[in-house]
Each structure stands twice: as structure tokens, then as C-alpha cells.
């Protein structure tokens, strides 16, 4: 028996379970198979959501400890490796598993514990927007996971604004997620309005990371007429006067997304025009900013 079973069985058992726990995240990078066998050992996957529910008590007032959270999230942990898994992506998302993690998402408090634990949520669902699957799409928008990411957007720390603002720019270049958002006035603003927060927040304290997804969802919702009209008179004053100039000087890619963003919107300001020699992939292309989110 390798040590990745004999850790999975471990799982189901529940004196031994939190140190299985801790070993398998720790190691999951070295077992290829992890997520097969976590999927189809008896008991699993059950075991990974008692430790899930487990903690509910806890959100709502938030008493929960960093013990308890980095227990949950090694949990989590593992889930993200089925998601991120071609023959149980489909298994996870059809057992409708993502909704145990948005009374995470759905959480406010700003300490350490609770940060981690919304991060590492959003970690799993990270894994599954990755790879372009209209299925993925279809099932977050049904359940109603912008809201959750627009929280996070406005009051999580730098990376969990990174990781939620990544999950929206992947349903954004989805057509069928496009056309969502953009389908009624309501939340097209909604969203509009926490990356115009966003930019205002990184024109105090910039984050190449972070401005690299919200000019990438602006340049998206751009593909749209009806938003792109809007965009006319709703675009951040920051992205349009060459504010980013600098903070962008290393990074051509978002540069040209930039420019483009202007050019679609009309507002084409001269410090943002793309200098000639610099070459970059097509538009839809991402970085592996988020590797091992």
C-alpha cells in the first residue's frame, strides 16, 4: 500500500484524520492520483465535508480559531485537487460540492483565520474556472457565485481580491458568462462598481497583480455594445489619465489590454498609445499568475 492510500484511509478515521489531513495537503503535489482516490474511496469525500460543515457553527458570530481554520482549509485543500482533476472535475461539480464553500465566501469578519479560510474557497473555486469549461460557467453563474466574489472584491485582503477578481474575469471571457452579466443594467453596475472601487484603492496603493484582472474584466465587458457604451461614461478617470503609467512600465501585456480598453471605449489618451516593437500574445491569453491557486 502506497502512503497516499494509507493517508486516505486515514481520513475516514476519525482519530486520524487531522494529521491525514495535514500530511496529504503537504504532499498532495506528489500523488497524481490523489484525486481518483479521494473520489472513489469509501467514505472520502463524506469525511471532507464533516470537516466542512463542521465548522458552520462557527461563522455566525465569528468565533473561529486559527487551529480550526487551518484544519478546514487543509480539507479544502484537497478538495481543490479534485476539482482541479479532469475525470472527477465534472463528478465534483455534478455533486454539487462548491456550495459547501460559499457560507465561507459569504463571511466578513477580516481576521486572520477567517482570510485564510475565504482564500483557500476560493482557491477550489479558482481550480475549476482555470480550465475554459462552458459547463463550470453554467454552474457557478446558477448559483449565484458573482455576489460571493464582488464581496470579497470589495473587503478581502490583496490575494483573496486577486483570486475572487480572477474568477470573474474567467466567467467574463466565457460568452455565456459575458452575456449574463451584461444581460440586465443591475449587474453590469454591480460589477462595475466594485472594480471602479478597486481602481480607486490601487491608485493609492498600487498592485500590478491585482490592476493586471480588472483591466483584463474592463477590456472584457468591452466585447459588449451595450456595456461598452456605458463604459463610456462610467470608466475610472484613473485608467484613463495615465495615473497607471508607471506602475504598468514592466508589464506590456496589460499594457496593450489598456490601450485596447481605451480605443474600444473611445478614450484613447496618448500616454497609453502602444509603443512600437512591442509584441505579445492574443488578447484571451493568461499568465500563470494564479499557479497553485
Known sequence: ??????????????????????????????????????????????????????????????????????????????????????????????????????????????????????????????????????????????????????????????????????????????DVGLNYICATAERFFAVGAVLATMVQLLAEQPSVRLLKHIIRCYLRLSDNPRACEALKNCLPDFLQNGTFTNCLREDPTTRRWLAQLLMNVGQMHPSHRIPTGIQGGPLSSMDQLLSGQ
Open 1 to 174: 500500500m502506497t502512503s497516499a492510500e494509507q493517508l486516505v484511509l486515514e481520513l475516514i478515521v476519525p482519530e486520524q484524520r487531522e494529521n491525514a489531513l495535514l500530511d496529504l495537503s503537504k504532499k498532495r503535489e506528489a500523488f497524481p492520483d490523489l484525486a481518483p482516490m479521494l473520489w472513489h474511496s469509501c467514505g472520502t469525500i463524506a469525511a471532507l465535508l464533516q470537516e466542512i460543515v463542521s465548522i458552520y457553527p462557527m461563522l455566525s458570530p465569528p468565533t473561529l480559531t486559527a487551529g480550526a481554520s487551518n484544519r478546514v482549509c487543509n480539507a479544502l485543500a484537497l478538495l481543490q485537487v479534485v476539482a482541479s482533476h479532469p475525470d472527477t472535475r465534472t463528478l465534483f461539480l455534478n455533486a454539487h460540492i462548491p456550495l459547501y464553500l460559499y457560507p465561507f465566501l459569504n463571511t466578513v469578519s477580516k481576521t486572520r483565520p477567517f482570510e485564510y479560510l475565504r482564500l483557500t474557497s476560493l482557491g477550489v473555486i479558482g481550480a475549476l474556472v482555470k480550465v475554459d469549461d462552458t459547463e463550470v460557467i453554467n454552474f457557478l453563474l446558477s448559483t449565484e457565485i458573482i455576489p460571493l466574489c464582488l464581496r470579497t472584491m470589495e473587503m478581502g485582503s490583496e490575494l483573496s481580491k486577486t483570486v475572487a477578481t480572477f474568477i470573474v474575469q474567467k466567467i467574463l471571457l466565457d
